[in-house]
């Protein structure tokens, strides 16, 4: 149980070209979703945390207008890096949390390798 | 604010040894923590969480970790290391009412045979 699925596992396009990425819960409801960003060897920044039908709430220094994110329905929530540039490259991970008995607990996706030309 | 702190950014040990991963936090209200793991290019794997039931709390694939309150520590612990076992290792403290996960550094743990 309590799987998350991500696509596409790997990405690779031109800079100025926008880019959409899947976050799904597969087996479970997920009323709050969290977008990380992970550099080279380094550790997860969380970039912005998504409810379903509410807006998300973006972490200091993240470019609400760069990287969409959508929380449509209780199992998809989507990040879209726009007008992507080369810096945009990076490892881009998303967890969720689900109803009664998961709402301590975050389950990660696969993550998506994005690499921006 | 919370934060959490692994000493270590890599601990190498021979197939069968003990693991310890070393992991204090900073947390002004009751902590929940919680050990993942990575496996290259993947995504996190929740190996077990605290949540204010018993200290001693066991995992997936045989590592267990202790919450500390007087030390400010949940070390992650294997009694035999296994090559499998090969991977990065984080630490992470959330406050219970916002869900918000802080990860420490991480740790890459080695197995040689």
């Known amino acids: 149980g309590a799987v998350v699925s991500q696509h596409p596992s790997r990405v690779i396009c031109k800079s100025g070209t926008s880019v959409k990425i899947e976050c799904r819960s597969l087996?479970?409801?997920?009323?709050?979703m969290f977008w990380y960003r992970q550099f080279p060897k380094k550790s997860l920044m969380l970039m912005a945390t998504?409810?379903?039908?509410?807006?998300?709430?973006?972490e200091q220094g993240v470019e609400k207008d760069k990287f969409l994110i959508n929380h449509a329905s209780l199992t998809l929530s989507t990040l879209t890096v726009t007008s992507a540039h080369p810096e945009d490259s990076s490892f881009y991970i998303c967890?969720?949390?689900?109803?009664?008995?998961?709402?301590?607990?975050?389950?990660f996706g696969p993550g998506t390798r994005l690499t921006v030309l | 604010a919370q934060s959490v702190t692994q000493l270590g950014s890599h601990v190498s040990v021979s197939e069968g040894a003990l693991v310890l991963l070393r992991c204090n936090y900073s947390?002004?209200?009751?902590?929940?923590l919680f050990w993942y793991v990575q496996y290259p290019n993947q995504g996190l794997q929740l190996l077990l969480k605290?949540?204010?039931?018993?200290?001693l709390v066991k995992g997936i694939n045989g590592f267990e970790a202790e919450f500390k309150k007087s030390e400010t520590s949940f070390h992650l612990t294997k009694p035999s290391a296994h090559m499998s076992d090969a991977a990065e290792y984080f630490c992470?403290?959330?406050?219970?009412?916002?869900?918000?996960?802080?990860f420490g550094t991480g740790t890459r743990l080695l197995v040689s045979p």
């Open positions: 967890s969720a949390t689900g109803l009664a008995g998961m709402v301590d607990t975050q389950y």
């Open positions: 087996d479970f409801q997920a009323t709050t």
């Open positions: 998504s409810n379903e039908g509410s807006k998300a709430t973006y």
């Open positions: 947390s002004s209200v009751p902590p929940y």
């Open positions: 605290y949540t204010s039931a018993a200290t």
């Open positions: 992470a403290v959330s406050d219970r009412g916002f869900q918000k996960l802080v």
